[in-house]
Protein backbone atom coordinates (compact mmCIF):
# COMPACT_ATOMS: atom_id res chain seq x y z
CA UNK A 1 0.00 0.00 0.00
CA UNK A 2 2.98 2.60 0.56
CA UNK A 3 3.26 2.43 -3.26
CA UNK A 4 -0.05 3.74 -3.83
CA UNK A 5 0.25 6.55 -0.84
CA UNK A 6 3.53 7.48 -2.22
CA UNK A 7 2.05 7.64 -5.96
CA UNK A 8 -0.45 10.23 -4.63
CA UNK A 9 2.01 12.35 -2.68
CA UNK A 10 3.98 12.60 -5.91
CA UNK A 11 1.30 13.27 -7.89
CA UNK A 12 0.04 15.99 -5.30
CA UNK A 13 -0.32 19.28 -7.28
CA UNK A 14 0.89 22.51 -4.46
CA UNK A 15 -0.48 24.39 -7.34
CA UNK A 16 2.11 26.88 -6.10
CA UNK A 17 1.94 26.69 -2.69
CA UNK A 18 4.20 25.87 -0.04
CA UNK A 19 3.27 23.50 2.22
CA UNK A 20 3.77 19.39 2.69
CA UNK A 21 2.27 16.35 2.36
CA UNK A 22 2.79 13.42 5.06
CA UNK A 23 0.92 10.11 5.72
CA UNK A 24 -0.03 8.88 8.95
CA UNK A 25 0.31 4.77 9.67
CA UNK A 26 -2.22 3.01 11.10
CA UNK A 27 -0.85 -0.53 12.47
CA UNK A 28 -3.67 -2.93 14.18
CA UNK A 29 -3.03 -3.45 17.36
CA UNK A 30 -6.31 -5.43 18.33
CA UNK A 31 -9.71 -5.56 16.08
CA UNK A 32 -10.77 -2.48 17.08
CA UNK A 33 -7.40 -0.54 18.78
CA UNK A 34 -5.14 1.10 16.05
CA UNK A 35 -1.56 2.73 16.33
CA UNK A 36 -1.02 5.29 14.18
CA UNK A 37 2.75 6.95 13.91
CA UNK A 38 4.15 9.57 10.60
CA UNK A 39 6.42 7.57 8.24
CA UNK A 40 8.32 8.49 6.02
CA UNK A 41 6.19 8.92 3.34
CA UNK A 42 6.55 12.99 3.30
CA UNK A 43 6.58 15.26 0.41
CA UNK A 44 7.93 19.06 0.98
CA UNK A 45 6.94 21.98 -1.08
CA UNK A 46 9.61 24.83 -0.85
CA UNK A 47 11.52 25.85 2.58
CA UNK A 48 10.20 26.76 5.36
CA UNK A 49 11.14 26.78 8.94
CA UNK A 50 7.98 26.14 10.44
CA UNK A 51 6.58 23.29 8.06
CA UNK A 52 10.08 21.55 9.03
CA UNK A 53 9.86 21.92 12.73
CA UNK A 54 6.45 20.76 12.53
CA UNK A 55 7.64 17.79 10.50
CA UNK A 56 10.18 16.67 13.37
CA UNK A 57 7.39 17.12 15.82
CA UNK A 58 5.70 14.87 14.27
CA UNK A 59 8.25 12.53 13.60
CA UNK A 60 9.04 12.45 17.36
CA UNK A 61 5.58 12.22 18.90
CA UNK A 62 4.89 9.30 20.42
CA UNK A 63 2.24 7.17 18.59
CA UNK A 64 -1.43 7.73 18.78
CA UNK A 65 -3.50 5.22 19.66
CA UNK A 66 -7.01 5.14 18.24
CA UNK A 67 -9.86 2.95 19.20
CA UNK A 68 -13.44 3.20 20.61
CA UNK A 69 -12.03 3.60 24.23
CA UNK A 70 -10.06 6.39 23.25
CA UNK A 71 -10.09 10.19 24.01
CA UNK A 72 -8.34 12.12 21.02
CA UNK A 73 -6.25 15.13 21.91
CA UNK A 74 -8.74 17.96 19.91
CA UNK A 75 -5.78 19.76 18.91
CA UNK A 76 -4.34 16.40 16.68
CA UNK A 77 -6.54 16.51 13.67
CA UNK A 78 -4.99 13.55 12.29
CA UNK A 79 -6.19 11.48 15.29
CA UNK A 80 -9.44 13.02 14.96
CA UNK A 81 -9.88 11.85 11.43
CA UNK A 82 -8.74 8.32 12.26
CA UNK A 83 -11.39 8.42 15.25
CA UNK A 84 -14.29 9.55 13.58
CA UNK A 85 -13.50 8.40 9.54
CA UNK A 86 -13.80 12.42 8.38
CA UNK A 87 -11.58 14.95 7.05
CA UNK A 88 -10.52 17.77 9.02
CA UNK A 89 -9.13 21.35 8.18
CA UNK A 90 -7.55 24.18 10.05
CA UNK A 91 -8.80 26.91 8.15
CA UNK A 92 -7.92 31.10 8.81
CA UNK A 93 -11.82 31.30 10.35
CA UNK A 94 -10.82 28.95 13.02
CA UNK A 95 -9.55 30.49 16.13
CA UNK A 96 -5.47 30.01 17.27
CA UNK A 97 -5.24 28.47 14.49
CA UNK A 98 -1.37 28.77 14.00
CA UNK A 99 -0.62 26.25 10.75
CA UNK A 100 -3.34 25.56 7.97
CA UNK A 101 -4.33 21.86 7.86
CA UNK A 102 -6.35 19.53 5.77
CA UNK A 103 -6.56 15.66 7.48
CA UNK A 104 -8.54 12.70 5.30
CA UNK A 105 -8.80 9.24 6.58
CA UNK A 106 -7.26 6.63 3.81
CA UNK A 107 -9.26 3.67 2.82
CA UNK A 108 -8.53 0.28 0.74
CA UNK A 109 -11.72 -1.70 -0.64
CA UNK A 110 -10.60 -5.19 -1.29
CA UNK A 111 -13.51 -7.91 -1.80
CA UNK A 112 -16.03 -5.48 -0.15
CA UNK A 113 -14.07 -5.72 3.31
CA UNK A 114 -12.72 -1.52 3.67
CA UNK A 115 -9.65 -1.44 5.53
CA UNK A 116 -8.54 1.69 7.42
CA UNK A 117 -4.80 2.44 6.20
CA UNK A 118 -4.29 5.87 8.44
CA UNK A 119 -4.39 9.36 7.53
CA UNK A 120 -3.43 11.82 4.90
CA UNK A 121 -2.33 15.15 6.29
CA UNK A 122 -1.30 18.25 3.78
CA UNK A 123 0.06 21.35 5.81
CA UNK A 124 0.50 24.94 4.80
CA UNK A 125 2.32 27.56 6.77
CA UNK A 126 -0.78 29.73 7.17
CA UNK A 127 -4.35 28.85 7.19
CA UNK A 128 -6.21 29.41 4.08
CA UNK A 129 -9.96 30.51 3.80
CA UNK A 130 -11.03 26.85 2.74
CA UNK A 131 -8.97 23.27 1.58
CA UNK A 132 -11.87 22.32 -0.74
CA UNK A 133 -9.74 22.56 -3.97
CA UNK A 134 -6.99 20.43 -1.87
CA UNK A 135 -9.69 17.98 -0.63
CA UNK A 136 -11.31 17.23 -4.01
CA UNK A 137 -7.46 17.03 -5.65
CA UNK A 138 -6.91 14.48 -2.73
CA UNK A 139 -9.72 12.51 -3.22
CA UNK A 140 -9.25 12.20 -6.85
CA UNK A 141 -5.77 11.26 -6.44
CA UNK A 142 -6.59 8.62 -4.15
CA UNK A 143 -9.74 7.55 -6.28
CA UNK A 144 -7.30 6.93 -9.42
CA UNK A 145 -5.02 4.39 -6.82
CA UNK A 146 -7.75 2.34 -5.91
CA UNK A 147 -7.66 4.32 -2.50
CA UNK A 148 -10.95 5.83 -0.63
CA UNK A 149 -11.73 8.06 1.94
CA UNK A 150 -15.08 10.12 3.28
Known amino acids: MSFKINN ?12 FIQFWEAASISN ?27 LNYDALIIGPDTQVDQMVLAGLAAQTGFAYKGTSND ?9 MPV ?3 MRGHQTFLGVIEFV ?7 YVDDFKHLKKLLKGSNLYTC
Open 107 to 109: YTN
Open 32 to 58: DTVHMVVGQLCRLNGNHVGLTNYRTYC
Open 124 to 130: TPSPKAT
Open 8 to 19: VMRKFNFRGQLG
Open 95 to 103: RDQIMGQLV
